[in-house]
């Protein structure tokens, strides 16, 4: 029997400006370490490309199985942003001053994967301060202000309203701000939202992944995927981060 291999495209990304619809060229998407073993694993083939990237899958028509490396479970393929030009966030919004880290994904609001073609992976339709988070390891020391009367700090699931650790604020140093160590070692790699127990405290995005803050990106990229690869559209589907000139 003879072996025919096809390509087709899975998903690709890409960087625009949300006014003239260019790609941001300066924009830089690649596999994390996790990711370039899942792509291994179902047989996918990564192409950088100009603002973004492109994802294909392998095709054997005549096999029985034709699809090489079947996905048959919700799986994660995270890709680190970079930027090639420092002053990019003086020329594109959102203009914040501390450097943030920037998550996105496929995920709507209630985690459920999204596969429209030209789907936003930002919170909104344009990158905004809602997308920054802080990249941590599963171990890392938090600062508190100890002057709002918190006791302790609050993990909770970045989708639901349920909490997954708490971590006791030693008071005992008087006012002033204290070192507060968090550890999610037992817990998955990921975004979570973090803050205090004291009223009108200000919730602050994290995301947890050992290996990332080692790299030190300017942010994740999560693309989610539950169906074989052959079950999604013919075509591919393209994801979009939409940047708005400042």
Same mark, same amino acid.
């Given at each position: ?26 924009? +830089? ?40 490396? +079947?996905?048959? +479970? +919700? ?172």
């Amino acid at each position: 029997m003879s072996y025919i291999r096809q390509y087709h495209n899975l998903f690709k990304v890409v960087a625009r400006n949300i006014n003239t619809k260019d790609v941001l060229a300066p924009v +830089k998407l690649t596999p994390t370490a996790q990711c370039r073993n899942q792509l291994a694993n179902h047989r996918l083939v990564y192409r950088e490309r100009e603002g973004g990237f492109d994802v294909y899958y392998q095709l054997n028509p005549g096999a029985a199985e034709p699809v090489l490396g +079947k996905i048959e +479970k +919700k799986t994660q393929f995270g890709f680190m942003m970079t930027l090639s030009d420092r002053g990019f966030f003086k020329q594109y919004e959102p203009g914040l001053t501390d450097e943030p880290h920037f998550c996105f994904d496929n995920l709507d609001k209630n985690a459920v994967i999204q596969y429209k073609d030209g789907a936003c992976l930002s919170v909104g339709p344009l990158v905004t301060a809602s997308d920054a988070t802080k990249i941590h390891g599963s171990v890392f020391h938090e600062p508190v202000d100890l002057s709002n009367g918190s006791s302790k700090l609050i993990v909770k699931d970045r989708f639901k309203d349920e909490i997954v650790a708490e971590f006791k604020i030693d008071s005992g140093t008087g006012p002033g701000l204290v070192l507060v160590r968090v550890d999610l070692s037992d817990h998955g790699r990921g975004g979570y939202i973090l803050a205090t127990d004291s009223a009108g405290a200000v919730e602050k995005s994290i995301y947890i992944d050992d290996n990332l803050v080692q790299a030190n990106p300017q942010g994740i990229v999560n693309i989610f995927i539950d169906k074989a690869q052959d079950e999604m559209p013919e075509s591919g589907v393209e994801f979009v981060i939409n940047f708005k000139p400042r």
